[in-house]
Structures are given as C-alpha cells and as structure tokens.
C-alpha cells in the first residue's frame, strides 16, 4: 500500500504546482478542474501522510531500540504500540476513500415528494416530509426552490418538486429515495384511530446538458393556465407547461413560476433528472445485484422507513435503525438516521474491497 500512497501524494503535489502555472490560471474551465480535484483528493493524501510518517516513525524507533537504555527502550517501544494501534483504522480509511465515490456525489438535486395510500392524511405527511427536509436543509446552510407542487385542499401537499442546491446535496439526500410510512392518529380521526399512511420520495441528482442530450423533436410542449394563488395573471395567461418526452412517455409540468419561460425551464430541469435517473437505473440493473448497496436501490417502490407516532419511534427497515418520531420528523435527528445509513454503506464498501 505504501507505494501506491507515495504515487498519490506525488500526484498531488503536481496538482499543486498547475494551480500555481499562469496557463493553468489563465485557462479558467481548467483551473477550475484542477481546483476540484485538488479539493478532492486533500483528506486522502492527509491521511496518507499520516499513514506513512506513522510507519516511518515505527521503523525508526525500532533501529533506535538496539543502542538505548532502558528507560529509552520503554519509550520507544510505547511509540511502536501507539503507531502500531492506529494503523488499522487509518488504513480502513484509506480502502474506503480510495474506492470509486458516486460521480453524483457533488451534485444538486431535484426531490419529489408524492401523496401515496392513505387520502388526505397521505397528503398532510407529504407535507410533514417537506417541512422536514425544509428544517434539514437549513440545518446544513442548504437553498430550498420549489419547482412544482399540488397542494392538498385538507393540508401538505398531493405532490410537490423542489431543488436543493448546496454542499454535496446529492452525497446525503440519496439515502431519502423510497417510501416513507406513518402511523398516527390523523387530526380528522375522532375516534382515536391509528391509521396508516404512506409517501414516496424520490431524489434524483440534477443533470445538465452535458449529462443528458434530449431531442427537441422527442418533446411535446403544451401551455395552459396555471390555477390556485399566484397573482392576475393566474388563470388568464398559458403561464403552465406541461412537456412530455415521447420516446419514454415521461411527464413532467410546472405552473408555480411568474412566466412561461421559467415554467418552462423548470420542466427541462425535471425532464432532464428523470431521463438521467432512468440511465442509471438501466446501468445498476446491467452492473448485477451484487453491486447494490445495502442501504438499497432507492427505488420509490421500496419501504425505507416508518414514523410511529403513538410509539414515539422511526424505524430506517434498510439497517434497522431506530430514533425518536419528534426528533426526526420534527426536529433535527435527520441526521443522525443518514449517517447511519452512509456508515453502514461504507462498510459494505470496505467489506468489498477487502
């Protein structure tokens, strides 16, 4: 392992050297590249270095061993024990950091939220999901836009679409694709009664154009009046656009914006993150189960998690975690749910790679 460490901390310091070159600086797209590796591969090469000045730091104390006294050798062998202890966990990092990260990653994303069974308290909990992921979201200095939403005449929301733009937003909001389940006792039960209720969540990274190339002439494109609140122009102007890609007949429309051109460009954002999900769906089928995670494919159709509310409890059913009801969906133990669930991944990851 030592070798292939010394090539990548070599590596880097060439990196290092171009974003100093005044052609590199010049050349903005490019520096920008370099930038973002550089940026990248920091936390590897630093625990590189560490791994290697601790296996220095071992082999120098054991050549010292021969010439000390006692009381050095004591020393000296308690250096060994302390960089000998530490290697293993260092180097399990390291396995972990150096297997292919998803090229996703880095991206924004594009969150859809959808009402499934459970009637109008189905919509209320898609409404409690977006309120949570709105919480969550500032909690990390992230930016909410919503793209499209259908509001529910009994609260929350039949559907609704929003981007979230931040720091590696895709990195963590991946592990939110599924459905998501709640048992409670609605606010129009007077019986007391706990029903069952369902959402999907679906997380798709944002894909530009470079990702996805779509034929003008495999759309659709059609306007109409965008209805509910928004101001004069709702219901008199073909504010709302509605495109359809025929060769996948996927569906996708937006009438929350002012004009039609926004409508309109909030559609291709959406188009575009649908048609990329549908790839990388076809890759992992093409890759084999035994490349699927086990936090799970992330399919909308998969059950990932049940709120509890009589019980005060969340469950995540990929790794059996459990937290409080209020502190997930009320407050901010989202966190805590998603870290266990990136653990458990790497992991698997390492278990792989071992």
Known sequence: MRDKLEKLIAAYAELEKKMVDPAVVADQKEYTRIAKEHAHQSELVALAKEYIAALDDIEAAKEMLH?????????????IAANEEKLPALEDDIKIMLIPGDPNDEKDTIVEIRAAAGGDEAAIFAGDLYKMYERFADSKHWKIEVLS????????????????????????????????????????ESQGRIQTSTATVAVLPEADEIDVQIDPTDLRIDTYCASGPGGQCVNTTYSA??????????????????????????????????????????????????RLSQIGRGNRSEKIRTYNQPQDRVTDHRIGFNSTYNGVLLGDNLINVIEALAAAERAEKLARAV
């Open 241 to 290: 656009v509605r495109i359809t890609h025929l060769p996948t007949n996927t569906v996708v429309q937006s009438q929350d914006q002012r004009s039609q051109i926004q409508n309109r460009e909030v559609c291709m954002q959406m188009l575009r993150a649908r048609l990329y999900e549908m790839e990388l769906e076809k890759q992992q089928a093409e890759q084999g189960a035994e």
């Open 149 to 188: 939403s259908s509001p529910s005449e009994a609260g929350g929301f039949k559907t609704i679409e929003f981007k979230m733009l931040g720091d590696k937003v895709y990195s963590v909001m991946k592990y939110e694709s599924g459905v998501h389940r709640v048992q409670r006792v609605p606010k129009t």
């Open 67 to 79: 010439e000390a006294s006692s009381d050095e050798r004591e020393m000296l062998q308690a250096d």
